[in-house]
């Protein structure tokens, strides 16, 4: 009975994950898949260890699942052939704006960041962004500072063109900041800031999905798309995985970065990393890099993409 109390935990939850079943409380839940996973392999170890062989069957599959699932995330993958120019990408939530704007600035510097994608972005961050030199290292830009947490941005070192800005209509209202970045020697790539609304209560899970679903796709047969922000989601979660499915690759998985957590305890709240701030490129841009940097003043950490571009 111990063995079976031991392992039935683990085995539900791979079950749940595989089945894509996050629906209610299990959508918080399940994006700590990560480290059920570290830990599946103890019921196992206890189960052989006291020769109860059907437990330690399950037990196996479940863990076998679990890893399966998420070890890759840790393991670079192969990237498609592309010889056009590297664009440093940035994206960064500020908390309703109290991110430390002279960090964000100097981040920006210091990695020489082309594109920049900010959520919970408000007037005065903007303000002290600008003050400190951020239009002048970013003088292309696509704004919508709003008080509190709905406002975007889009800081671009080249021009931008078909710009624009859409609201979620679900659960805060995030705003997502647009617009298609003329790179030299590439093609057009279209740049969003993404925010879909959190599932931090039960009657919020509804519009969570709905603000996942409402996500621009892919176009791999058109041109170009770059999805870059807080998602309020993890590769553990089905809408996020079926936005991948329409053809986009998330760079940290795609770098072996894909377990490194960008928010949680960072603004003292003692919740675990999870990993729910996503750079979404189309499949024909290769990642080279993927790093979590540091940001006082917010519970996220920014995220920044080392990509090479096709050539026209």
Do not use: K
């Not at 299990?26 to 109860?52: D, E, N």
């Not at 519009?207 to 922000?229: E, K, N, S, V, Y």
């Not at 003692?270 to 940097?293: E, F, G, W, Y």
């Amino acid at each position: 009975m111990l063995c079976w109390l031991t392992v039935a935990p683990t085995a539900l939850w791979a079950a749940v994950r595989l089945l894509g079943l996050d629906r209610g409380p299990l959508v918080q839940a399940l994006a700590f898949t990560p480290y059920i996973a570290g830990v599946s392999v103890l019921p196992l170890a206890l189960a052989l260890a006291l020769r109860r062989w059907w437990p330690a069957a399950v037990a196996a599959l479940a863990a076998v699942a679990l890893l399966g699932l998420v070890a890759p995330r840790a393991l670079a993958a192969p990237q498609p052939t592309a010889a056009g120019p590297t664009v440093r990408l940035l994206t960064a939530n500020l908390l309703a704006g109290t991110g430390d704007a002279r960090t964000l600035v100097e981040l920006v510097r210091r990695h020489e960041v082309d594109v920049l994608t900010v959520q919970e972005f408000t007037p005065d961050a903007q303000a002290a962004l600008d003050q400190l030199g951020l239009d002048r290292l970013l003088p292309h830009r696509q704004l919508n500072p709003e008080v509190g947490t709905p406002g975007s941005g889009l800081y671009s070192r080249w021009p931008l063109t078909d710009v624009g800005l859409r609201r979620n209509l679900g659960g805060w209202g995030f705003t997502q900041a647009y617009g298609t970045v003329a790179i030299p020697g590439a093609p057009p790539v279209r740049v969003e800031s993404a925010h879909p609304s959190a599932p931090y209560a039960l009657d919020q899970v509804g519009p969570w999905r709905a603000d996942l679903t409402a996500q621009p796709p892919a176009t791999p047969d058109d041109g170009l798309q770059i999805l870059a922000g807080d998602f309020n989601a993890t590769l553990d979660h089905g809408p996020l995985r079926a936005l991948l499915r329409t053809g986009y690759v998330d760079a940290a998985d795609a770098a072996g970065a894909g377990l490194a957590g960008t928010w949680g305890p960072y603004d003292g709240d003692l919740i675990p990393p999870v990993t729910i701030d996503h750079v979404l490129v189309d499949h024909r841009i290769a990642v080279r890099s993927v790093r979590v940097l540091a940001l006082p003043g917010s519970d996220h950490r920014p995220v920044l993409a080392t990509l090479t571009l096709p050539t026209p």
